[in-house]
C-alpha cells in the first residue's frame, strides 16, 4: 500500500520556521520518483512550492526562493521542506506530492498558520 505521511506543520509566528516531513512508501521513493511540495488556500488553486526535477535539481515557487529548502534523506525516505522567514501568505495546508511511473500520489495535507 503507498502511503505518504506528513507531519510538521502548526503555528508558527512571522519571522519564524518549521520543517515540513513527508515519509514516503518504500514502493515508490525511487531516484526515479519526482518529489514536491504544494500548499492550497481554501477556495484557491493547488499551488508547486517546491520539487526536484527529473534531473535532481531543485525549483521553487518565486515567492518562497531564499527562503524555503526541499531536501530528502534516502536512508529513511523522507521528504523535507525547511520553511524559514515565514510570512502570513504562507498560510496554507501543505501536501507531499511524488509522481512514479506514471501515477500520482499525494499526502493527507498538514496545516501551516502563520501568525502573531
Known amino acids: 500500500q503507498v502511503q505518504l505521511a506528513e507531519s510538521g506543520g502548526g503555528l508558527v509566528q512571522p519571522g519564524g520556521s518549521l520543517r515540513l516531513s513527508c515519509v514516503v512508501s518504500?514502493?515508490?521513493?525511487?531516484?526515479?520518483?519526482?518529489m514536491a511540495w504544494y500548499r492550497q488556500a481554501p477556495g484557491k488553486e493547488r499551488e508547486l512550492v517546491a520539487s526536484f526535477t527529473s534531473g535532481g535539481s531543485r525549483t521553487y515557487a518565486d515567492s518562497v526562493k531564499g527562503r524555503f529548502t526541499i531536501s530528502r534523506d534516502t536512508f529513511t525516505n523522507t521528504v523535507y521542506l525547511q520553511m524559514n522567514n515565514l510570512k502570513h501568505e504562507d498560510t496554507d495546508v501543505y501536501y507531499c506530492?511524488?509522481?512514479?511511473?506514471?501515477?500520482?500520489?499525494w499526502g493527507q495535507g498538514t496545516q501551516v498558520t502563520v501568525s502573531s
Open positions: 518504500q514502493s515508490i521513493f525511487s531516484r526515479h520518483a519526482l
Open positions: 506530492n511524488v509522481k512514479y511511473t506514471g501515477s500520482i500520489y
